[in-house]
């Protein structure tokens, strides 16, 4: 996570010694040690939440394409002639048809 080696590691534990000092330095470390796992709990609850919405947005773009594709490849509605009359005739003529 942080790129902290042992030498930084030390500088940091001196520096807080000074600070905080021998008596108080257990108690901040303790706190410190409880935010910081706090902090990874709400991290991994934020994660999962985000993982589990990813989840359901790719189910429902699934569902949609594959509605998307079943209408598609449905075949339009086309009336057929009759049998008896040629294509491009019909029985109504231009004056049935309202406007």
Known sequence: M???GFLELV???VVALVVFGPQRLPEVVRTAGFWVGKLRAA???VRSEVKREMHNAEVLQRELEEKIKKDVALP???E???ADQPPGSSDKTHADKPL
Do not use: C, E, Q
Request: proline residues 13%; charged residues 15%.
């Open 43 to 45: 991290m991994s609850n």
């Open 80 to 82: 057929k002639p009759a």
């Open 2 to 4: 942080f790129d902290i």
């Open 11 to 13: 500088l940091i534990g």
């Open 76 to 78: 339009p509605a086309v």
